[in-house]
T-cell receptor
């Protein structure tokens, strides 16, 4: 079964600083990977996805992620943090189950932006 | 707006009761997924339907059941509720069943058991 590990349950950065949220995956086959963001009292919004095309994936709101097979990583970055980026971020991998697919999520990383 | 609609947004009930959560997928999506989000377990997959048929089951309790109707909306039924069932329940939908297809989530139903 596939799994993901998010390093750091809480990350705090200053406004304007680089955002780096770490995700490592475990997969026996080429993975499909996703990053979602959850704002308070809202559902999960898709930020970006990796589906074996380009290894550098650009998403919404200025975020991007790089798939590194040698490191089994899919870290999320943003060059300059904005106050509106404060939220919880989830890395997920698609896992095959009973002939279908499900998402397996990491435990999440809560991002705090300091003014 | 993801296009996935969940009702109700909040539900407060007592132990032993039964509730029904409803989900309308995005227009054109045939797959519906249910997930449970709790502080101790995180986001856990419960069950998936594709075009009206159950396709996969995850960590879903026997007290829970779901179905997808011909108009593709789905309902999650939770019975004999226990305090530990308090959680946020999400519905997601996707166009098909491919793992490369992203799932789009609703805003969830927050269930509180008193």
């Amino acid at each position: 079964a596939q799994s993901v590990t998010q390093l750091g349950s809480h990350v705090s950065v200053s406004e304007g600083a680089l955002v780096l949220l770490r995700c490592n995956y475990s997969s026996s086959v080429p993975p499909y990977l996703f990053w979602y963001v959850q704002y308070p009292n809202q559902g999960l919004q898709l930020l970006l996805k990796y589906t074996s095309a380009a290894t550098l994936v650009k998403g919404i709101n200025g975020f991007e992620a790089e798939f590194k097979k040698s490191e089994t990583s899919f870290h999320l970055t943003k060059p300059s943090a904005h106050m509106s980026d404060a939220a919880e971020y989830f890395c997920a991998v698609s896992d095959r189950i009973q002939g279908a697919q499900k998402l397996v999520f990491g435990q999440g990383t809560r991002l705090t932006i300091n003014p | 707006d993801s296009g996935v609609t969940q009702t109700p947004k909040h539900l407060i009930t007592a132990t032993g009761q039964r509730v029904t959560l409803r989900c309308s997928p995005r227009s054109g999506d045939l797959s519906v997924y249910w997930y449970q989000q709790s502080l101790d377990q995180g986001l856990q997959f419960l069950i998936q339907y594709y075009n009206g048929e159950e396709r996969a089951k995850g960590n879903i309790l026997e007290r829970f059941s779901a179905q997808q109707f011909p108009d593709l909306h789905s309902e999650l039924n939770l019975s004999s509720l226990e305090l530990g069932d308090s959680a946020l329940y999400f519905c997601a939908s996707s166009e098909g069943q491919g793992g490369y297809q992203p799932q789009h989530f609703g805003d969830g139903t927050r269930l509180s058991i008193l």
